[in-house]
């Protein structure tokens, strides 16, 4: 079955619990959702849609939208851009940064975001998940990582005893090494914000 196949089946869905609801707040909410179906099939979109969800199926990282050497690199892109999609992320110098919007709207951020801290966390909260390859040095990783033509979202290798995540992000064919050691410094930060009675928000 074909990404369009499913659109049409899910639209459908959604039709009919539409129609046997009473609420109008739901039948609202059931407009909505057919609705970003229409605008994913109309806007050309489909295709994206099925690799988005194929990546949260594999529990990759969160997709980002553009990746830059530098932080200058990824201002002068949020410039050039008129209409920079809000609440995306990015990554400068393989780091997560959402983009922000002011108020007014006449303003966009790069904030760092943590989002990717998450992520390791999650996949150590029982211990150390198990690697698939070892290397000696983060050069042999990374010839072997760029040596694969279609390598999966994610998988965990090893560099010097230490675990990495080996993510590709397939919509803009990047690929990243991530140290499991972020989460120690995740858990640095939010025992600095406990200690400073700010809560546990990072």
């Given at each position: 079955?074909?990404?369009?196949?499913?659109?049409?089946?899910?639209q459908?869905l959604?039709?009919?619990?539409?129609?046997?609801t009473?609420s109008?707040?739901?039948?609202?909410?059931?407009?909505?959702?057919?609705d970003?179906?229409?605008?994913?099939w109309?806007?050309?979109?489909?295709?994206d849609?099925?690799?988005y969800?194929?990546?949260?199926?594999?529990k990759?990282?969160?997709?980002v939208?553009?990746?830059f050497?530098?932080?200058?690199?990824?201002?002068?892109?949020?410039?050039a851009?008129?209409?920079?999609p809000?609440?995306?992320?990015?990554?400068?110098?393989?780091?997560?940064?959402?983009?922000?919007?002011?108020?007014?709207?006449?303003?966009?951020?790069?904030?760092?975001?943590?989002?990717?801290?998450?992520?390791?966390?999650?996949?150590?909260?029982?211990?150390?998940?198990?690697?698939?390859?070892?290397?000696?040095?983060?050069?042999?990783?990374?010839?072997?990582?760029?040596?694969?033509?279609?390598?999966?979202?994610?998988?965990?290798?090893?560099?010097?005893?230490?675990?990495?995540?080996?993510?590709?992000?397939?919509?803009?064919?990047?690929?990243?090494?991530?140290?499991?050691?972020?989460?120690?410094?995740?858990?640095?930060?939010?025992?600095?914000?406990?200690?400073?009675?700010?809560?546990?928000?990072?």
């Open positions: 079955m074909t990404i369009f196949d499913r659109i049409i089946e899910a459908e959604l039709g009919k619990n539409r129609e046997d009473q109008p707040k739901e039948k609202e909410l059931f407009l909505l959702a057919i970003a179906l229409w605008f994913i109309r806007d050309g979109r489909a295709n849609f099925e690799g969800r194929r990546d949260v199926e594999s990759a990282p969160a997709r939208i553009a990746a050497k530098t932080r200058e690199e990824a201002e002068a892109w949020l410039r851009n008129p209409n920079p809000e609440l995306a992320y990015v990554l400068i110098d393989d780091e997560y940064h959402v983009i922000m919007s002011s108020r007014d709207g006449k303003r966009c951020s790069l904030v760092p975001h943590p989002d990717l801290e998450y992520h390791l966390e999650e996949m150590t909260r029982d211990g150390l998940p198990p690697v698939v390859a070892t290397f000696e040095t983060r050069e042999e990783a990374s010839a072997w990582f760029n040596s694969q033509t279609d390598p999966p979202a994610q998988t965990v290798i090893q560099i010097g005893g230490q675990h990495y995540l080996a993510a590709y992000y397939r919509n803009i064919h990047h690929r990243a090494l991530f140290p499991f050691s972020l989460v120690e410094k995740l858990h640095e930060r939010r025992n600095k914000r406990k200690q400073e009675g700010r809560g546990e928000e990072d």
